[in-house]
Nanobody
Framework: QVQLVESGGGLVQAGGSLRLSCAAS????????MGWFRQAPGKEREFVAAITWSGGTKDYADSVKGRFTISRDNAKNTVYLQMNSLKPEDTAVYYC????????????????????WGQGTQVTVSS
């Protein structure tokens, strides 16, 4: 089993930055692709960013490209999401997730492609 715990959320003004962390325990996630999703009130959970198990491929939702950066530190069993130039529309609960299969070469864009989920961390961007 994999347990994921997100941290780093909070309240920030528009234009500010936050760095989210997702720490894994129970089992190493170094062989798993990892993703970040977000869910705003009344909306479906949406893809934000993902990174393959090797770190060689990353992708982002169009709405965050150029502003967000996903990275991983396998020595720490942790995945990060650096969020810059935040906008009020980035307000949501952010979740990290671990892929269903190990060593996948493709990026997973749908929530159904991930097996393990964290509890989420709230990000609120004020205008």
């Amino acid at each position: 089993q994999v347990q994921l715990v997100e941290s780093g959320g909070g309240l920030v003004q528009a234009g500010g930055s936050l760095r989210l962390s997702c720490a894994a325990s129970g089992r190493s996630v170094i062989n798993y692709g990892m993703g970040w999703f977000r869910q705003a009130p009344g909306k479906e959970r949406e893809f934000v960013a993902a990174i393959t198990w090797s770190g060689g491929t990353k992708d982002y939702a169009d709405s965050v490209k150029g502003r967000f950066t996903i990275s991983r530190d396998n020595a720490k069993n942790t995945v990060y999401l650096q969020m810059n130039s935040l906008k009020p529309e980035d307000t949501a609960v952010y979740y990290c997730a671990a892929d269903r299969g190990r060593f996948r070469l493709q990026i997973g864009y749908g929530p159904h492609e991930y097996e393990y989920w964290g509890q989420g961390t709230q990000v609120t961007v004020s205008s």
